[in-house]
């Protein structure tokens, strides 16, 4: 037992008697806005990697490491879309990976779903993800076709729109959202210049829009967001997020392109916070930008660069019911996290 102790301790001792002064601890970096009515934005946190994830290695575990190698840890290449669970898990989609991260901050879990080079429903380029009440994991392909589902487990149960040969029903699908109470899918199809509402089990039951600019026409739809009793889409080449009601029918619309404040020039994703107002990811201005229900600009977040709060090809955003705002901030390969904090009484007629 002597022999090991001294071949342990050896390894762990550093080949010069003189020991090396330590680095400074980085500073954290630290964000924040305040906002009219005491509201407030935080910035949280960031993360890209299985191992922020994980709970902190013990000696043992380190000393394997030492001896063996670092094992490899999955990370974020070219995240895109992003969605919470009940369980609070964040889910990642990554087209760079063609797979999805599922990230648990609170059992300290990680997860990786792919499913490539499968003769059969091999997933190519996962696109965009919802789950729904039961919290199964619904993952468009663009590539594919097709729409895959996978329990909360990360097992895979199925794909819906393939027809027969494997094929994909859908020419480019998208965005997608999940109505688990009325048992409604809602599918983006960018390519097609539609939305389509289907049931549980894949088969459609209407189509939303046509090719166009008008109320009711898309010209590139790409997300979609449930809010209540409404649809949200994001008609990316109309420069617009159009709202309907979940049958179909046009509600308003926010959003025009143009390079002042409050225009949009490639949006790619909405989300609401508890108070109700719309948040819309710009990739190009790497801008995160705050509207009211009548399409006024509250306030925008971010610049282009790679510090807290600064963004680079941001693509996906999810607020989650403690108005926790995810912003994936695709370039930087990373994910932001803010925290919002609204106010502590219903706002006043006339306070946004």
């Keep these: 037992m002597a022999l090991v102790v001294t071949g342990i301790a050896l390894l762990l001792t550093p080949l010069s008697a003189t020991p090396k002064p330590k680095a400074p601890a980085a500073t954290p970096e630290l964000w924040e806005m305040s906002l009219d009515g005491g509201r407030k934005l935080s910035w949280e946190h960031s993360f890209n990697s299985e191992v922020e994830v994980r709970p902190n290695r013990g000696f043992w575990t380190k000393l394997v490491n030492v001896i063996a190698g670092e094992p490899e840890y999955h990370s974020l290449v070219r995240p895109y879309s992003i969605a919470t669970d009940s369980r609070g898990r964040i889910l990642v989609t990554d087209p760079g990976a063609a797979g999805v991260h599922i990230f648990d901050f609170t059992q300290h879990k990680y997860k990786f779903i792919q499913r490539t080079g499968k003769d059969k429903d091999s997933m190519l380029t996962p696109q965009c993800i919802a789950v729904d009440a039961q919290d199964n994991i619904y993952v468009t392909d663009s590539d594919a076709g097709v729409i895959f589902v996978f329990e909360p487990s990360g097992k895979y149960l199925h794909t819906l729109g393939s027809l027969k040969g494997g094929e994909g029903y859908f020419k480019r699908p998208t965005g997608i959202a999940v109505d688990s109470a009325a048992q409604r899918i809602y599918v983006s199809d960018t390519l097609r210049d539609q939305v389509f509402i289907l049931d549980m089990q894949g088969k459609v039951l209407q189509t939303i829009g046509k090719s166009g600019d008008a109320e009711g026409e898309f010209n590139l739809p790409t997300e979609l967001r449930l809010d209540g009793p409404n649809l949200m889409v994001v008609d990316a080449m109309n420069f617009r997020v159009q709202v309907f009601d979940r049958s179909g029918a046009f509600q308003y619309a926010i959003g025009k392109i143009g390079d002042s404040t409050g225009a949009m020039f490639r949006p790619k994703a ?83």
Excluded: C
């Design 270 to 352: 909405v989300s609401i916070d508890s108070e109700g107002d719309i948040y819309v990811v710009d990739a190009l201005w790497g801008v995160v930008q705050v509207f009211n229900r009548q399409g006024q600009l509250l306030y925008y977040f971010g610049s282009k660069g790679t510090h807290a709060g600064e963004f680079q090809l941001p693509s996906g955003l999810f607020i989650d019911h403690d108005d926790r705002v995810l912003v994936v901030d695709s370039f930087n390969r990373r994910v932001q996290v803010f925290q919002y904090v609204g106010l502590k009484t219903p706002p006043r007629e006339g306070l946004q």
